[in-house]
Every structure is written in structure tokens, then in C-alpha cells.
């Protein structure tokens, strides 16, 4: 397999201000061999047509369309349903890719026959400045570290459908992208962490990473309702959860 297809996922909702940055970061990809999902779930703004000014421009930009909000999740499956690659990659709206992103990723994971693969990223402001800090990835990522907490930016990671078959994500309108890639990892066995910054993610007031007992309630319900652990273990869990996440996962941050 020189040449795999890889399928790019992007849910979009009420993105005018940066889709179109998104989508340009894949245009500008080294590696050519890509088809794009742009996923618009119902806005209310110019993001569609913006979508679709795109389209017409490159070929391999295709747009699909939710009749009503439905959340991220749901976006993400309907653009892997419809995904015809050997691969499988994620990129929202408001981040975006470095030029080699995909040639580096496939590469590495066709040498080392892996099922899944992430990578560094960095993260910048709501106006694309960068915060000078730096997201490493950990070299292997095994299923029972990425069940302490996630691991793996969504925006970075990758899976073969040859490997995996699809993986699609739950019908949770947060934090569904760690279940994906908990299921991924369970599957494909460790995920292989590439130290060189491939992506950057912008950081936003809204976001829910931003909000610390929104954020609590979300990864409680992973363990509880998409893992389906019991309310004791799913307690117990997420204390493992907030000394990973607060303490250890820290060391993962390196100042520039």
C-alpha cells in the first residue's frame, strides 16, 4: 500500500471565522493522496457556504449535511460512514495541520505496521498566536494509560481501516473522540506517539476542556455509560482520572 487514500473528518458547525484556514491546512498537505468530509451540522452562519465554495475549487472536498444539530459525535460518523480510505484522520475546524502532517504520520505507520498513530502539537490562541506550549505525545500509548485520561489530540490522530475496520464514535456530544480512540487502542494495541509537532490546536474560551466541572461530568460518563463500569468503579476511576490529568499528564506540556 504506497499510496493510501486517507479520509479526513470534519465536523463543522458555526465556523466561519476559521473553516476556511482548516480546510487549506489539508489542501497544503505534502502527501496529495487524501479525500475530505466536511461534515455542517446545521449552522447558522456563512460556514456552509463557505463549504462549499471549497468544494468547487478541489475535488476531494465533499460536503454532507445535518438536517439538525446533532453534535460532533454524530458529525464524525456520518463523514467515517461515507469514508472510502485505507485511513482515517480528524481535524476540526477551528485547528489545523503543518504541511507534512500526513506524509510523516503514514509513513511511520506503514514502517511500523501500526494501527494507530498520533503526534505533538502545539497549542495557540483564538487568534492563531502561538501560547508558546507545546502538547508532546508520549512515544507508545498503551489502552490502560489512555484510560487514565486521553492521550491522544483528536486533531493528530490516525487509524487504519484495514487494521481496525471502521471505528466510529459514540452518540455523546462530548468527549466522544476518547472513546473512539480507547476502542482504537483496544483493538490495534498500542498507539505509536510521534515527538515532532505535526498539528496546532486553538485554544478557546468555549471549549469544554476550558471548563473544569463540565469537563468532570463528561469523562465520568465514559467510564460510566460508554464503558459501562458501575457507579464504584466509575468513581474510583475517575480519581485515577483527576491525579492523571492534573499531575502527571502536566509533564506532557513543554514550554517553548
Same mark, same amino acid.
Given at each position: 500500500?504506497?499510496?493510501?487514500?486517507?479520509?479526513?473528518?470534519?465536523?463543522?458547525?458555526?465556523?466561519?471565522?476559521?473553516?476556511?484556514?482548516?480546510?487549506?491546512?489539508?489542501?497544503?498537505?505534502?502527501?496529495?493522496?487524501?479525500? %475530505?468530509?466536511?461534515?455542517?451540522?446545521?449552522? @447558522?452562519?456563512?460556514?456552509?457556504?463557505?463549504?462549499? $465554495?471549497? #468544494?468547487?475549487? !478541489? &475535488?476531494?472536498?465533499?460536503? %454532507?449535511?445535518?438536517?439538525?444539530?446533532?453534535? @460532533?459525535?454524530?458529525?464524525?460518523?456520518?463523514?467515517? $460512514?461515507? #469514508?472510502?480510505? !485505507? &485511513?482515517?484522520?480528524?481535524?476540526?475546524?477551528?485547528?489545523?495541520?503543518?504541511?507534512?502532517?500526513?506524509?510523516?504520520?503514514?509513513?511511520?505507520?506503514?514502517?511500523?505496521?501500526?494501527?494507530?498513530?498520533?503526534?505533538?502539537?502545539?497549542?495557540?490562541?483564538?487568534?492563531?498566536?502561538?501560547?508558546?506550549?507545546?502538547?508532546?505525545?508520549?512515544?507508545?500509548?498503551?489502552?490502560?494509560?489512555?484510560?487514565?485520561?486521553?492521550?491522544?489530540?483528536?486533531?493528530?490522530?490516525?487509524?487504519?481501516?484495514?487494521?481496525?475496520?471502521?471505528?466510529?464514535?459514540?452518540?455523546?456530544?462530548?468527549?466522544?473522540?476518547?472513546?473512539?480512540?480507547?476502542?482504537?487502542?483496544?483493538?490495534?494495541?498500542?498507539?505509536?506517539?510521534?515527538?515532532?509537532?505535526?498539528?496546532?490546536?486553538?485554544?478557546?474560551?468555549?471549549?469544554?476542556?476550558?471548563?473544569?466541572?463540565?469537563?468532570?461530568?463528561?469523562?465520568?460518563?465514559?467510564?460510566?455509560?460508554?464503558?459501562?463500569?458501575?457507579?464504584?468503579?466509575?468513581?474510583?476511576?475517575?480519581?485515577?482520572?483527576?491525579?492523571?490529568?492534573?499531575?502527571?499528564?502536566?509533564?506532557?506540556?513543554?514550554?517553548?
Amino acid at each position: 500500500m504506497e499510496n493510501p487514500l486517507v479520509s479526513v473528518i470534519m465536523p463543522a458547525f458555526n465556523a466561519e471565522d476559521f473553516i476556511e484556514t482548516a480546510v487549506n491546512s489539508v489542501i497544503s498537505q505534502t502527501y496529495s493522496n487524501w479525500e %475530505l468530509f466536511i461534515i455542517d451540522d446545521a449552522s @447558522t452562519d456563512a460556514t456552509f457556504s463557505i463549504a462549499k $465554495k471549497l #468544494a468547487k475549487e !478541489d &475535488f476531494r472536498i465533499k460536503i %454532507l449535511q445535518n438536517q439538525k444539530n446533532s453534535g @460532533t459525535g454524530i458529525s464524525r460518523n456520518k463523514g467515517i $460512514k461515507a #469514508a472510502q480510505g !485505507d &485511513f482515517i484522520a480528524f481535524l476540526d475546524t477551528d485547528d489545523h495541520w503543518k504541511p507534512k502532517k500526513l506524509e510523516i504520520q503514514l509513513e511511520i505507520m506503514q514502517e511500523e505496521e501500526a494501527a494507530v498513530c498520533f503526534s505533538s502539537y502545539l497549542q495557540i490562541d483564538e487568534n492563531g498566536n502561538s501560547r508558546n506550549e507545546i502538547i508532546e505525545a508520549l512515544p507508545i500509548l498503551t489502552y490502560q494509560k489512555l484510560l487514565k485520561s486521553n492521550y491522544v489530540g483528536n486533531l493528530t490522530g490516525m487509524y487504519s481501516v484495514k487494521k481496525l475496520g471502521k471505528i466510529y464514535a459514540p452518540e455523546m456530544r462530548k468527549r466522544q473522540d476518547w472513546a473512539l480512540w480507547l476502542e482504537a487502542v483496544e483493538k490495534g494495541g498500542p498507539a505509536i506517539g510521534i515527538q515532532r509537532c505535526l498539528a496546532k490546536y486553538r485554544v478557546r474560551k468555549s471549549s469544554i476542556s476550558g471548563n473544569k466541572l463540565e469537563m468532570l461530568k463528561y469523562n465520568f460518563n465514559i467510564y460510566h455509560k460508554f464503558l459501562g463500569f458501575n457507579f464504584l468503579k466509575s468513581t474510583g476511576n475517575m480519581l485515577v482520572f483527576l491525579k492523571e490529568h492534573f499531575l502527571v499528564k502536566k509533564k506532557q506540556i513543554k514550554k517553548i
